[in-house]
């Protein structure tokens, strides 16, 4: 069973560790997780991992850090940039070889090209970015061995998300939490910290534990599933959101609606740029928003219940 | 946040104009020294490192500097230099050996020192880094909200110069900003080569002080980068330290036959120019169109020919006033 691994070694390093109280996380503690991951998943020894051998080595650090306790290893044949178009090509690669599941070290913006890269992707994506709001946070040991059922045992531990496509002049792009558009004309340092930026958004998460456009989202209440929430930001009344870490802000939001798959927004005229998941990136001229079907994750409860070794009964299939 | 036009236009003038310092030193240096190279001959004796493709990291810190900020730099100072506004016709007369020059002649290329602005460079690695913490303190003394900046490459962050001026600028809370340019080689030394982590921007943690990774030779990303990292210093914040991927377009030294990086990876180099792609974007958001472009270009490559005139116009320092400049004028009372 080939599960696949992407660890981003330039995740959690933006501007964001001067505008807020986000610190560096470090390619050796990177490497540490992904240690303590492989260490999970060889409890099943059908686990064989496909991963991208990243610009940093980190995975290979981590490979001889798990050492015996680790499954094998191998490496996508791929031209590493030391860019987002690693990840996302490396997703793509590893749809085609049949990986079982795709497990992700970095955060929203890895999640974010690596279901770019393989649409329907069952995502298991280890937290070691800035925000983390779609990231698991949980002891990769314990989750490494939740993919290792998950994965040998049946299908069934990954749940569909939503999440939003893009289409502007310059081009397509998917967001899983968030399309935002922002005043500024520049991608620049990427990150967005601040709250006078915001015109209007589509988010695909109000989880009242999630950090940034999402907890903006968390104010109106809970999303139905396959849903998304279009924002727009302005006016005189705010909410107080959680915009990054030790950053409470209050946010001005005019106004807000719920919308189903498949729904199609057009973004206000000539504003700036559109912003996926945190990261400005495209022109948002001629924008379009689509609330689509987004990568399945990994819901580890669930993964431990049904196919766990104390689980009532095995399922197939 | 919305960057004001006059900034970004200010950013791409000042790396066109450094990039055609760079052309035109390289011109003068290489003329007289060929066809084999004798690195004494003419009218540039010495070693020359060229910034060529390192611009954005110099140009991004521009808007943010006040009077009375102190830079440090490296044997690879040009960029800096101008960015910073030092003065051309001194700089270049310096680089010449002329007595007009900021060192009166007797410093060159790699020694360049300017009062105001408040720059200085030097040829041994890593030496200018625990000068900033220097100027830092002395802004704290004196109660100023200036700030230092270091800058160096990655090869430099291997030196013990580097670790012990973050250390003590981390532990008095300098307002220092230092600034890895990695170009991926210390002279032919692949940074895989010589360092054990990957980032030195990871190093930041290590000293208790934010780390930032730019991953991307691009002006806009350093200028808001810089802009924090600067006024967080300005207000009292403490240093950190900024790491910029940047590329180095020749080789380390003119007359370096460069052969330790392969053909296609300098190619690939050449592909990403930052000054081809800056200008691609100003024009195509409508900031400058062609004939800008053009005009630019021309006042630029003006004012550098002026300063290289000017330099080859000056006379050479008198060999009689050798010792002079060597030691500080001072009347000691016993």
Redesign the interface.
Known sequence: MLVGLVANPTSSKDIRRLTTLARVIDIEEKANLVARLLVGLATEKKIEVTALDDRAGLVRRAVALAGGSGPPVDYLPLDVEGTESDTRRAASALAEMGATALVTVGGDGTVRAAAEGWRSVPLVPIGAGTNNAFALTEEPTVVGLAVALAVTRGSGAFTPTTAVEVETTEGWALAVIDAVVVRSRWVGAGAIWEPAELVEGVVTSSRRTAVGIASVSACFGPLEPGHARHLLFGGGRSVRAVFGPGLVLDIPVEGHEDLPLGAEVSLVEGAGMVALDGERRLPSEDGVVRVVEGPLVIDLEKAFRVFGPFSAGRSEG | ???PREHLVDMYETMVKIRRFEERIREFYLADKLPAFDIAAGLIPGEMHLAAGQEPVAVGMRPHLKQGDAITATHRPHHVAIAQGVDLKKMAAEIFGRDTGLGHGKGGHMHLYSVEPNFGCSGIIGEGIPVAVGAAMAFRHKGTDNVALSFFGEGAANQGSFHESLNLAALWNLPVVFVCEDNAYAISVPKTASTA???N??R??AYGI??????SN?P??V???LG??IA?ARRGEGP?LIEI?TDRLWGHFEGDADAYRTDEFKTEMMGRDPLSTYAKRLTD?GILNESDIASIQQAMYDEVDEALQFAQDSPYPEPESALEHVFAERTVKL
Do not use: F, Q
Not at chain 2, 210 to 215: A, I, K, R, T
């Open positions: 946040m919305d960057i982590i990957a980032d921007s990871d930041a943690a934010p780390g930032v990774l730019v991953s691009d806009v990303a200028y808001e980068v924090e990292a967080r950190s991927k958001e």
